[in-house]
């Protein structure tokens, strides 16, 4: 009976059109990174970018028929590419993926603003002990490639996780990630370089 309402409910067809302005911040944040004004054709037809765009407009629709068609385009592509965000609709406005390759993020992590991530990251829960749960990210934040994150722990502000990092426990503001086991490294502006200015 609740599928029948469900479906004769006109709201279940409507598109909502929010992500046009979350696409329009990213094409920015993603031109301001490579040092453009205008993103190439190359890049728009890429699998990047046609991956955030298919997230924001699956981020943006809740419980309607949009919600599924895009989840169905996001998963097709991601047999191609690797991308896996697992339902997950949190991630704010900046959205940079570097490189596409296998990217692993659980559902239910949640993210600030200004996210950046590339091939080999996998970003995932703990299942038992002390860190049981997933991360939570703050703003201003750089994943580089083959990084792991995992478990019920804090990302700071302004936060450069490094290349083939293992993060299990809490990370401050203004932070560079080194190594695995990790070692913190207090920065001032610790994504700068690696991430445009806002």
Not at 26 to 47: M, P, Q, T, V
Not at 139 to 157: F, L, P, Y
Not at 163 to 177: E, K
């Amino acid at each position: 009976m609740n599928k029948i309402k469900k479906i004769l409910n006109l709201d279940f067809y409507r598109l909502n059109k929010d992500f046009k302005e979350y696409i329009a911040y990213d094409y920015k944040y993603n031109a301001r990174f490579r040092g453009i004004e205008k993103l190439s054709k190359k890049f728009l037809k890429g699998y990047e970018w046609k991956y955030i765009c298919l997230y924001r407009k699956y981020q943006c629709n809740n419980g309607n028929l949009w919600e599924r068609l895009y989840l169905y385009k996001m998963e097709k592509l991601e047999k191609k590419t690797g991308f896996s965000f697992e339902g997950n609709k949190s991630i704010g406005k900046g959205l940079i993926i570097g490189h596409w390759g296998k990217i692993v993020i659980n559902g239910q992590v949640s993210f600030g603003s200004h996210f950046f991530v590339t091939h080999g990251v996998t970003i995932g829960r703990d299942i038992r002990g002390k860190r049981k749960g997933v991360p939570c990210f703050g703003n201003q934040v750089c994943v580089r490639a083959n990084s792991t994150i995992v478990g019920n722990v804090r990302i700071g502000n302004d936060v450069l996780i490094a290349p083939n990092t293992f993060v299990n426990f809490d990370i401050p503001d203004h932070s560079v990630v080194v190594g695995n086991p990790a070692i913190i490294h207090y920065r001032e502006n610790a994504t700068e370089g690696h991430l445009p200015e806002i």
